[in-house]
């Protein structure tokens, strides 16, 4: 099974609203991830988890705060974001360099 | 650093062609080599891969082989449906560490 899970798929909030982004996988990777994607343009990474520990944060704004629970789930933390911060979300775990992504959510600033 | 550049797109191409999209990439040591697909509205799936040179990653018809002397890991497919009209991303993982460097994507249309 090389499922991840994204909760949920479409999500659309006001600028001072709080939510949160929600990842699972149970392939028992060690290593999890958060990408944010523009339209039509690679995916670009904001942060890494290696052991529930957070190894990379690309220089993210402060209003996106990721939380890693246990091994297996991953979370983004959304509190008064920008209509620029719109995109699609996606979350990824890895194995031996190998990433695997989930669906995505959409998420729609307004 | 690590770098990976895709012949741009879009690329349109009619049912049954040969379609070929070129990625080359700059990197230090034996770089893991990926193929990862976008369909529209969906998360990205790893289509093929291949992990030292002279490897072929293989799926779904499609194929391509790391070649290291040209550093390149050009996809192809011998004749495209117009189920694979989809964004197609070339990615390497560089020797340690497993981070991502993603070409810019193309958009393939195959039409009926």
């Known amino acids: 099974d090389t499922e991840v899970t994204q909760t949920p798929k479409h999500l659309v909030m006001g600028m001072t609203n709080k939510k949160s982004l929600k990842c699972e996988q149970h392939?028992?990777?060690?290593?999890m991830y958060w990408y944010k994607q523009k339209a039509k343009k690679p995916p670009e990474l904001m942060f890494v988890?290696?052991?529930?520990?957070?190894?990379i944060n690309e220089s993210v704004p402060s209003r996106f705060s990721p939380e890693c629970p246990n091994s297996s789930l991953l979370n983004l933390h959304l509190h008064a974001l920008q209509p620029e911060d719109s995109a699609l979300y996606l979350c990824?775990?890895?194995?031996?360099?190998?990433?695997?992504f989930g669906p995505g959510t959409r998420l729609t600033v307004l | 650093g690590d770098s990976v550049t895709q012949m741009e797109g879009p690329v349109t191409l009619s049912e049954e062609a040969f379609l070929t999209i070129n990625c080359t990439y700059t990197?230090?040591?034996?770089?893991?080599l990926f193929w990862y697909v976008q369909y529209p509205g969906e998360g990205l799936q790893l289509l093929l891969k291949?992990?030292?040179?002279?490897d072929k990653g293989s799926n779904k018809g499609f194929e391509a082989t790391y070649r290291k002397e040209t550093t390149s890991f050009h996809l192809e497919k011998g004749s495209v449906q117009v189920s694979d009209s989809a964004v197609y991303f070339c990615?390497?993982?560089?020797?340690?560490?497993?981070?991502?460097?993603f070409g810019e994507g193309t958009q393939l249309t195959v039409n009926p």
């Open positions: 392939m028992g990777h060690r290593a």
């Open positions: 990615a390497l993982s560089p020797t340690s560490g497993s981070r991502l460097t």
């Open positions: 990197a230090t040591g034996y770089p893991s």
């Open positions: 990824a775990s890895s194995e031996y360099r190998v990433q695997f």
């Open positions: 291949a992990t030292k040179a002279d």
């Open positions: 988890y290696s052991y529930e520990k957070l190894s």
